[in-house]
């Protein structure tokens, strides 16, 4: 879907992005993953051309994006930043109509899409519609903003740390939505954060960037398996790494056929990052797994989690 070959952004002696070779599937959520300054945004930026490369090209469903119309391909992707950028004086609804309304849709059209995009976002059409951002709190406004961005159904999303601002809680919320969003639109979003539990909690693919360089990518399992080294080490935190890579893993994967009466239930699908955390609030050193199609559920044993390699 995206592909970045060889690419560079040089302002002066710098290299902000320096020979970058990425590939991002189509339907995947790809994360770039950096510390303040390496390069997240301008590599993210070369794909709808706010930013042009200095060297190497931009691959776009096989296309190369420079010999795009900027307003056009910027048309074709969703684009949703921190600072949301809502037109202040017009309404949730207006909003979001934007660029269907620049594509020319007919009023009716327009108005099913908004209502369908808020139940989409989690965000009641009668009760927000007709609000102003500044009727909003900083997670509705991120919702809308990323209504806006799916409302004329582009294939593809780029998302500039869009819940940075955001509390932790109401941050969760929004990661789970969006996972929700993604499975079932199929979207191929490109998201950077800096944030590694974040990351984690989005990513089929990372892709970890530093000083410019492209230093890590592939399945966040794999890249946390074993000892990582290097940048990834630093980036992801030393002392947290066991922690991060629990997080990468399935609870079920760790589960063992028992009695599982009387003990605090896992959702299906949990992580085993999920699984400690359970244990430690639920102070139970063993968890029951619901069965599901092809796993026939199952317990949970501390031991056997700590000692998870
Ligand atoms: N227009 C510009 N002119 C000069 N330098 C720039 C410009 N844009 C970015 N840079 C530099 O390029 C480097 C990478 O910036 P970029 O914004 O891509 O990093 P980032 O990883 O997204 O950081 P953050 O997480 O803080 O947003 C930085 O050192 C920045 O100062």
């Given at each position: 879907m995206i592909r970045?070959?060889?690419?560079?952004?040089?302002?002066?002696?710098?290299?902000?992005?320096?020979?970058?070779?990425?590939?991002?599937?189509?339907?995947?959520?790809?994360?770039?993953?950096?510390?303040?300054?390496?390069?997240?945004?301008?590599?993210?930026?070369?794909?709808?051309?706010?930013?042009?490369?200095?060297?190497?090209?931009?691959l776009v469903d096989g296309r190369d994006v420079a010999g795009a119309d900027p307003e056009e391909l910027r048309r074709g992707i969703g684009y949703v930043i921190q600072s949301v950028g809502l037109f202040p004086h017009w309404r949730v609804a207006d909003n979001i109509a934007t660029v269907p309304r620049l594509l020319g849709w007919e009023p009716a059209r327009i108005a099913a899409r908004v209502?369908?995009?808020?139940?989409?976002?989690?965000?009641?059409?009668?009760?927000?519609?007709?609000?102003?951002?500044?009727?909003?709190?900083?997670?509705?406004?991120?919702?809308?903003?990323?209504?806006?961005?799916?409302?004329?159904?582009?294939?593809?999303?780029?998302?500039?740390?869009?819940?940075?601002?955001?509390?932790?809680?109401?941050?969760?919320?929004?990661?789970?939505?969006?996972?929700?969003?993604?499975?079932?639109?199929?979207?191929?979003?490109?998201?950077?954060?800096?944030?590694?539990e974040e990351a984690l909690a989005l990513a089929d693919r990372l892709a970890v960037l530093d000083q410019g360089q492209l230093v890590a990518q592939g399945r966040p399992a794999a890249l946390l398996e074993g000892a990582a080294q290097g940048p990834v080490r630093r980036i992801f935190g030393e002392e947290s790494l066991a922690f991060h890579r629990l997080a990468t893993l399935p609870a079920r994967s760790l589960a063992r056929v028992g009695d599982a009466d009387a003990l605090p239930m896992l959702p299906a699908d949990a992580t085993l990052k999920q699984a400690l955390m359970l244990m430690l609030s639920e102070n139970s050193a063993r968890l029951a797994l619901p069965a599901e199609a092809g796993f026939g559920g199952g317990t949970l044993h501390w031991t056997d989690l700590v000692t998870a390699r």
């Open positions: 970045f070959e060889g690419v560079s952004r040089r302002y002066g002696e710098q290299a902000a992005v320096d020979r970058v070779t990425l590939e991002v599937p189509r339907g995947s959520i790809c994360v770039l993953l950096g510390e303040s300054g390496s390069g997240k945004s301008t590599l993210m930026r070369m794909v709808n051309r706010l930013v042009e490369p200095s060297a190497g090209r931009v209502e369908t995009l808020l139940e989409l976002v989690g965000l009641e059409a009668t009760l927000f519609r007709d609000r102003f951002p500044h009727e909003l709190s900083g997670g509705q406004a991120q919702r809308v903003g990323l209504a806006r961005a799916l409302a004329a159904d582009p294939p593809l999303l780029l998302m500039d740390e869009p819940f940075s601002a955001l509390d932790p809680g109401t941050r969760r919320g929004l990661q789970v939505a969006l996972r929700e969003i993604h499975a079932e639109t199929g979207k191929t979003i490109l998201f950077v954060t800096h944030d590694v």
